[in-house]
């Protein structure tokens, strides 16, 4: 598996996966105007030439935060949402991002043990913030100052 910023080209197939994942969708036109967003990027994860996940993180100075992470369904449980978390955070770490910050669906508790493997922890709760079904996000944030193996981090980059 590999990890590459998403083009133009891959529009169709990041919608494609939004429809099938998440009941608030982005259109094909939206993953493109997003694309054009100059505090945004869009990552994918390729496997044999097939964009199985993708991640859109947007970034303001030295903090970003994670808005889509998604990964189709024939693809999950084998690491792909990791290995797509541990790129963004790797080449933000190249470019100086210090803090990280996402929501997440409260019984989400994959995705919330996920991103506590990857040094996020809880810190706030959004009342109501999702729909379809309503439900409330819970409010996670990374900070490379504690997490724990962060100068071999920043080494090994």
């Not at 964009?51 to 999950?76: H, M, Q």
Request: hydrophobic share 40%; aromatic share 8%; net charge negative.
């Amino acid at each position: 598996m590999i990890a590459r910023k998403a083009n133009e080209e891959d529009a169709a197939r990041i919608a494609e996966i939004e429809r099938a994942v998440f009941s608030d969708a982005w259109s094909e036109d939206a993953v493109r105007e997003t694309m054009c967003q100059k505090t945004a990027e869009i990552y994918v994860a390729e496997d044999r030439k097939t964009i199985v996940g993708y991640i859109v993180i947007y970034t303001v100075l030295d903090e970003s935060e994670v808005v889509r992470i998604a990964v189709d369904a024939g693809f999950r449980e084998r690491g792909t949402g990791g290995f797509l978390l541990d790129t963004v955070i790797s080449e933000g770490a190249l470019k100086g991002t210090a803090v990280w910050h996402l929501e997440v669906r409260k019984s989400n508790m994959a995705a919330r043990a996920l991103y506590q493997k990857k040094g996020f922890w809880d810190v706030g709760i959004r009342k109501g913030f999702y729909d379809n079904p309503k439900e409330d996000a819970v409010l996670m944030t990374r900070s490379l100052e504690t997490v724990s193996g962060v100068q071999e981090e920043r080494d090994r980059l």
